[in-house]
């Protein structure tokens, strides 16, 4: 509680948009190859939800036909 009490002081002042996952695939042990890391399943699952989010938000530029 105390560094996530920190790191939003830090970001209070900037232009920052925060992506927060944390909660996603939380009770998915299968999609994790350890606590912090996904896995090759995981990674499929979750790579296209943030690029979604990323070209929702015009981080991205829009795929070519």
Known sequence: DEWQAKVNDLL???DVIVLDYHD???D???LF???D???TTGIQKFSPL???KLKDLGML???SP
């Open 33 to 35: 190859m350890d606590p």
């Open 12 to 14: 209070a002042d900037e």
């Open 50 to 52: 943030v690029a979604r």
């Open 24 to 26: 996603l695939y939380f």
């Open 61 to 63: 530029a829009p795929e």
């Open 37 to 39: 890391h996904l896995n």
């Open 28 to 30: 998915r042990e299968d």
